[in-house]
């Protein structure tokens, strides 16, 4: 079992920046791919960008050139870097690593972009 638990989440006005970080409660080095998801208000969950063991990532392409993924293995920690934020980017933002055939999900963090 792991814990996963974002931050960074917060208020910013259109065109800035934000960088959401996810912990794990354990080692990563066995997540097989680990992902940011976001739900915005009356609309299904969407997959933003994955990140696998190898580091190949895969982008949304609503976000491709403003978002960036990442993780740090050695922290346990996985993010995203959020640049030329827009209104339309406004929802709660889950992280979620794949291990194997185990789905772990954080609790989500809200990204508002209004001005």
């Known amino acids: 079992q792991v814990q996963l638990v974002e931050s960074g989440g917060g208020l910013v006005q259109p065109g800035g920046s934000l960088r959401l970080s996810c912990a794990a409660s354990?080692?990563?080095?066995?997540?097989?791919?680990m992902r940011w998801y976001r739900r915005a208000p009356g609309k299904q969950r969407e997959l933003v960008a994955q990140?696998?063991?190898?580091?190949?990532?895969v982008y949304a392409d609503s976000v491709k050139g403003r978002f960036t993924i990442s993780r740090d293995d050695a922290k346990n920690t996985l993010f995203l870097q959020m640049d030329n934020l827009k209104p339309e980017d406004t929802a709660v933002y889950y992280c979620?690593?794949?291990?194997?055939?185990?789905?772990?999900w954080g609790q989500g963090t809200q990204v508002t972009v209004s001005s």
């Open positions: 979620n690593a794949i291990e194997w055939a185990t789905d772990y």
């Open positions: 354990r080692s990563t080095f066995s997540f097989n791919a």
């Open positions: 990140i696998s063991s190898g580091s190949n990532t």
